[in-house]
């Protein structure tokens, strides 16, 4: 079973510039979440899907962050305009059914770094 | 408010000695705790998880955790540790429900450190 792809691996940018980042989840799961995790912290949710509907984003910062799930599989995340704070691994992850016991799956993740 | 707490940024362990990764949380009713584990460079890792059940339960690699009830604690134990064991470890509480999914919240991580 192929497991969740996030692409890129790395990505270095510019303070105020502009990055996207893009997540296919595990064939079949419904459920698509994008966590940030600052170093030397555990990784918080910005995001939760559910199919192609939002079901939490209460810790995306909106001025700057923004999320799609087109067709309910995969997704991008984009921020615009960056800051230094944003330098973070942005790790996507996937889970098979919408119930609270249920594991989630990660990638790799996206380690970006703003100058 | 849900939280989930690890009181050691690291533990070191010799190898072939039992180890022990300490988690506590809080949550309103019924608890649904996870442990992940962080390679360097790669993406989390499911372990185990305690829904209800058996207060002992087991995962990947060896791996046991021990949930208990009054003192709110859910620690990651295995009883003889291997050099490759070596990694970044986070425990995890199933926050509030929404819909009957609800975001993972993770503690700041345990750093397990295995020496030769």
């Known amino acids: 079973e192929a497991g969740v792809a996030q692409s890129p691996r790395y990505k270095i940018i510019e303070k105020r510039q502009s990055v996207a980042f893009w997540c296919n989840p595990i064939s079949g799961h419904a459920t698509l979440y994008w966590y940030q995790q600052i170093l030397g912290q555990g990784p918080k949710l910005l995001i939760q899907?559910?199919?192609?509907?939002?079901?939490?984003d209460s810790q995306l910062p909106k001025d700057r962050f923004s999320a799609e799930r087109l067709k309910g599989v995969d997704s991008t995340l984009k921020i615009q305009p960056a800051k230094l704070e944003d330098s973070a691994v942005y790790l996507c992850?996937?889970?098979?059914?919408?119930?609270?016991?249920?594991?989630?799956?990660f990638g790799q993740g996206t380690r970006l770094t703003v100058v | 408010a849900q939280s989930v707490a690890q009181p050691e940024d690291q533990v070191n362990v010799a190898e072939g000695n039992p180890l022990t990764v300490k988690c506590t949380y809080s949550v309103s009713g019924n608890p649904y705790l996870f442990w992940y584990v962080q390679y360097p460079n790669r993406g989390l890792q499911f372990l185990l998880k305690y829904i209800t059940g058996d207060n002992l339960v087991k995962g990947s690699y060896g791996f046991e955790a021990e949930f208990n009830k009054s003192q709110t604690s859910f620690h990651l134990k295995k009883p003889s540790a291997l050099v490759s064991d070596s990694a970044l470890y986070f425990c995890a509480v199933r926050g509030p429900q929404r819909g009957n999914t609800g975001k993972l919240i993770f503690g700041q991580g345990t750093t397990l450190q295995v020496k030769p």
């Open positions: 899907f559910q199919n192609n509907g939002v079901v939490d």
């Open positions: 992850a996937s889970s098979l059914v919408p119930t609270p016991t249920g594991e989630a799956f």
